[in-house]
């Protein structure tokens, strides 16, 4: 296959007649539509029309449409010459688009997968990557070979300059590639380690050099994925590039390639607890970020359905209020009509959130309770190239505690809180159970000088043993375990838990081998002084616990561990448990306290379409505000609020809290 080929003629485009093109590094709410075409298609492009992009381009008013280009399957949707077009085309469905979204002033960027191509694979054996068995791994091509060369980087130029294109959001990158036993990867890796042939790599956790191997890969993909990023933007200075979840929660690294953005999309079923993770963490790289909601759901042998716009929206919040863009995900036909339900819904949706742009878009925290997400246990429990491992369920049921007890909360890793710690009253780290000798020592010299460490599981709690005040007796045992009391009620915590005996600790909470809380009680939460702050530390899971069942006296006993550290958050209120408060600064300075309502929000597959969320209130939200406000004001909707202030303290009462607003103090 030619390095490069001769690029198609440009599409006609109209100069934009209503606005200039927003770039997509400066967007703030767009649309994505894929279709991954395929060998079997016979109607790409045939439905679309002037008239069926302009219905949707003026009623949702996006600032970008992502289109299809080149999906997991590896075949394009327009009419290349460098890789394999779908045999179905019909239409050239990018110059359509691209002369519309043009007429529009919308930018015009491509959905195309990088790692994972499947027909190169089958035309390239020789550019696949493979696996420990020796063979190949399906559709994944190798980082250390070279399709980035003849293929990605080609293909690429070739859109961009044939469609006049904006950008490009490349799918199938970080969580696609794999540990690599190709010929070309293995001798990268003996050179990397200056070893020969007899140095054989290892092939599972318990070989030696698990860990190097794994982070051998991990700087690998980051040198393809500079690689490319650096030959577009060469080419093509104003062409706007990320990786699909490329220095996020998967790949929590500090940023090392000029992407111009950062984004991914996240579970269709999952979906507001996966963006109230996302986004806090997002919010910390220090890049403009986005997230992709899928706007569809499916489940079993059922073909996907269009999600409501009220669940839609209530995502949407989940995402804005910590300061990033937001965008949808839809598939229209194969003959790629774009339907009235996909219209409907997502003109609803951009209605929500252009409402909310002035209020929310590039904002920054407030600090007040930071989640470590630790980079090192990451690395170390994962054993997937850029991949979770597991890790993220104790922090989401950290996370998930902390904001039903009305916490606002930050995720953030080592590189990002170390030169932070002193703003942040409170640090927590949920089982976590490796760090950096550094990160260790700024954490203790952080309590020291009067901050508060929340450790919440018995892998944490051990790595600051001579800290706790605490001696722990044996080894960590698999136990059952009831915690609470007679009167707080009790709640079932089975899991590995430590036996510990306090020296100048105090004990917080209790668990016991039975339901009856008179007897054979030992310490499951202690608090003890270090310096001018302190630490606490429950010994079991009680964060991986509350992940899988949410029970409301589990969440209590963290609440009191964290109410005993920090007791005095900026904000607090009487709300229930589903409505959560973010506390940030908006672009111009206002304190502005969020608090969405995450009442029926969809979290199981037999629920999959949310079509009303109950309204709560009255309620009210006390904040610690150092002078008298002038204005204090509801955004959007703009409505005044009964409230009083007296000795430092803004007392506001809450009517009706439907999805979302803010209270914001001038």
């Known amino acids: ?133 020796g063979k190949p791994v399906p559709g994944i091509t190798s980082v250390f070979g070279p399709y980035v060369d003849e293929l990605l980087i080609p293909q690429l130029r070739e859109a961009a300059t044939a469609y006049d294109l904006d950008g490009a959001w490349v799918d199938g990158e970080c969580w696609a590639a794999v540990l690599d036993y190709s010929p070309a990867a293995v001798k990268a890796w003996r050179t990397a380690l200056c070893c020969g042939p007899a140095i054989k790599p290892p092939k599972k956790p318990s070989d030696p050099l698990w860990l190097e191997w794994k982070m051998f890969h991990r700087r690998a993909f980051e040198e393809y994925l500079r690689h490319w990023v650096d030959a577009l933007h060469e080419s093509h200075p104003d062409f706007q590039i990320t990786s699909n979840w490329a220095y996020t929660t998967l790949m929590p690294w500090s940023v090392g390639v000029p992407l111009d953005f950062i984004s991914g999309d996240y579970s269709p079923t999952l979906s507001l607890d996966r963006a109230r993770v996302e986004a806090r963490y997002m919010a910390n790289v220090g ?32 995402t804005l209020v910590h300061g990033g863009g937001f965008a949808i995900y839809y598939v229209p036909t194969r003959a790629g009509f774009v339907t009235d339900d996909i219209i409907d819904a997502s003109g609803q949706v951009a209605d929500f959130c252009r409402a909310r742009q002035k209020l929310c878009h590039r904002s920054s925290t407030v600090p007040q309770v930071a989640l470590l997400l630790s980079v090192e246990t990451q690395m170390d429990r994962s054993d997937a190239v850029f991949h979770w491992g597991g890790c993220m369920d104790e922090i989401e049921g950290a996370l998930h505690a902390l904001l039903e007890s009305h916490y606002s909360v930050d995720i953030l890793s080592e590189w990002q809180l170390e030169a932070q710690l002193t703003d942040y009253p409170l640090v927590v780290i949920a089982d976590s159970y490796k760090l950096t000798p550094d990160f260790r020592t700024a954490l203790l010299e952080y309590v020291k000088d009067g901050g508060s460490l929340l450790l919440l599981g018995e892998k944490c709690a051990r790595l600051f043993a001579d800290e706790l005040g605490a001696k722990l007796i044996g080894e960590p045992a698999e136990v059952t375990a009831e915690l609470g009391s007679a009167a707080s009620g009790v709640v079932n915590c089975n899991g590995l838990w430590q036996e510990v005996s306090p020296t100048k600790a105090k004990t917080l909470s209790h668990r016991y081998p039975t339901r009856d809380t008179r007897k054979d009680g030992q310490p499951a939460a202690t608090i003890a002084k270090f310096g001018q702050g302190k630490i606490a530390a429950f010994y079991g899971p009680v964060a991986l616990n509350y992940f899988r069942c949410h029970h409301p006296v589990l969440r209590a006993l963290i609440a009191d561990a964290a109410a005993a550290l920090f007791p005095d958050p900026r904000v607090k209120t ?73 000795a430092g303290k803004l007392t506001v009462t809450i009517p009706r809290l439907d999805i979302h607003g803010a209270i914001v103090v001038e």
């Open 287 to 318: 890049e403009p970020w986005d997230l992709l909601a899928w706007g569809f759901n499916w489940q079993g042998n059922l073909g996907h359905s269009i999600k409501k716009a009220v669940a839609l929206q209530q995502e949407a919040a989940a």
């Open 574 to 646: 009487d709300a229930p448990s589903c409505v959560e408060i973010i506390l940030r600064h908006t672009s111009t300075g206002r304190l502005a306290v969020h608090l969405l309502n995450t009442a029926e929000t969809q979290r199981a597959d037999r629920f999959l379409a949310p079509d009303f969320i109950p309204s709560v209130g009255p309620f009210t939200v006390d904040v610690s505000v150092a002078i008298r406000p002038q204005r204090v004001s509801w955004r959007p909707d703009g409505g005044r609020l009964k409230w009083s202030w007296a």
């Open 1 to 133: 296959m030619p390095k490069s080929a001769k690029p198609a003629k440009p599409a006609k485009s109209a100069k934009p007649s209503f606005r200039p093109r927003v770039t997509r590094r400066d967007a703030f709410f767009g649309l994505h539509f894929d279709l991954h075409p395929h060998a079997e298609d016979t109607v790409l492009g045939r439905d679309i029309t002037d008239a069926n992009i302009d219905k949707l381009l003026i009623r949702v008013a996006p600032d970008y449409i992502q289109y299809d280009c080149k999906g997991h399957a590896g075949y394009t949707g327009y009419p290349t010459k460098v890789g394999w077009p779908s045999p179905g085309i019909v239409k050239d469905s990018l110059a359509i688009w691209r002369k519309v979204t043009a007429r529009h002033g919308v930018a015009l960027v491509i959905h195309y997968s990088g790692v994972w191509d499947m027909v190169a694979c089958e035309h390239h054996p020789e550019w696949q990557a493979r696996g420990a068995n």
